[in-house]
């Protein structure tokens, strides 16, 4: 929409990637209470994932201040695509685990799933929802718990992305985080999060893990689309 209204320059995807973070901790916030009313956030999960989470989306937003807005899309629709195919595809048997890791490997794979969602502008669910049910947690509480990342990881990327000057960006903005689409985005998200809550847990797990595995490779495929420039 940016690039539409006439402001680009190779900071345009930060911008997006910021004003998006800035709106995660908003509909997180709002999604996680809302689940917990539900009894579904496996609070001991976000509690031990939390402090890897915040730290790794730390480094995460920096690493996204200093690579082109071309490389940011590149490298959300590969890894998207890849963990929309094994939403879509992956065999129930197929598992790393029985239960959550232990460390060191709970914080290897807490610290990815941070730095890249803060790279990308995204909360916890796309890589915390399929990474959670490959050690065996039902996709209802995955998609519960991974609300709560998206809390843990869009909070310190916003503080950084905030001080961050970017040339040419849309009037409005508060270092790379643009208002008007903040309010925007927010005024929609806060009405729908509650009702989309409800419809994840009146749905049966294998239609609601192909409904997300779609929409992932939906997204997957129009980053790569602008990626190569169709």
């Not at 402090?51 to 690493?63: D, E, I, K, N």
């Not at 996204?64 to 590149?74: F, G, I, K, R, Y």
């Not at 669910?125 to 709560?148: D, E, K, Q, Y």
Request: net charge positive; aromatic share 8%; with cysteine.
């Amino acid at each position: 929409a940016f690039g539409q209204l006439g402001y680009g320059g190779g900071q345009l995807m930060q911008v997006c990637v910021a004003t998006s973070m800035a709106t995660i901790v908003v509909t997180s916030l709002r999604s996680v209470s809302s689940h917990h009313k539900k009894g579904a956030v496996d609070w001991s999960v976000l509690r031990s994932w939390g402090p890897v989470l915040a730290g790794s989306a730390v480094v995460g937003t920096f690493v996204a201040t200093q690579v082109s807005s071309l490389t940011l899309q590149a490298v959300f629709a590969v890894l998207a695509g890849l963990a929309g195919l094994w939403m879509a595809f992956g065999r129930e048997e197929w598992r790393l685990g029985a239960a959550m890791p232990v460390e060191p490997v709970r914080s290897a794979l807490a610290g990815g799933v941070g730095f890249f969602s803060a790279m990308m502008g995204i909360g916890g669910g796309t890589f915390g929802v399929p990474l959670m049910t490959l050690f065996g947690m039902p996709i209802h509480r995955a998609v519960a718990t991974a609300s709560g990342f998206g809390v843990v990881i869009a909070v310190p990327s916003v503080l950084g992305f905030l001080l961050l000057p970017v040339a040419g960006a849309p009037p409005l903005s508060i270092g790379a985080v643009n208002l008007p689409a903040f309010l925007v985005v927010i005024g929609s998200t806060l009405l729908t999060t509650p009702f989309g809550v409800r419809l994840a847990h009146a749905m049966n797990p294998k239609p609601l893990k192909r409904a997300f595995a779609v929409f992932l490779i939906l997204v997957a495929l129009n980053m790569l689309r602008k990626v190569l420039g169709w």
